[in-house]
């Protein structure tokens, strides 16, 4: 497990501590854009990377551009079309 400066925890140090998992949306059109004139070549037990799918982020990074980088898990990923 990566522990990120911004990683949630909740417990103490007697009891453990446990990260929390905070529900979060991922827009895949965005994470895995296309340019608009790249080909497709569409593989019908490909995965689905357009749209909407929730997760749960275990926590974050910043990047020197001033973005996030979230890292998580549980994302409900589609086969084909």
């Known amino acids: 497990m990566i522990n990120s400066p911004l990683t949630s925890s909740e417990g ?3 009891h453990g501590r446990r990260l929390v998992l ?3 949306w991922v ?3 965005d ?3 296309r340019p608009p004139d ?19 982020l275990h926590g974050r990074f ?3 551009d001033g973005d996030w980088l979230g890292y998580g898990h549980g994302l409900k990923l589609t086969v084909g079309h």
Not at 38 to 54: C, S
């Open 31 to 33: 994470l895995f854009a």
């Open 38 to 56: 790249a080909p497709r070549h569409v593989i019908p037990t490909g995965l689905d990377l357009a749209g909407q799918v929730q997760g749960r």
């Open 62 to 64: 910043p990047s020197i």
């Open 12 to 14: 103490d140090e007697l």
């Open 27 to 29: 827009r895949l059109d």
């Open 22 to 24: 905070t529900s979060i």
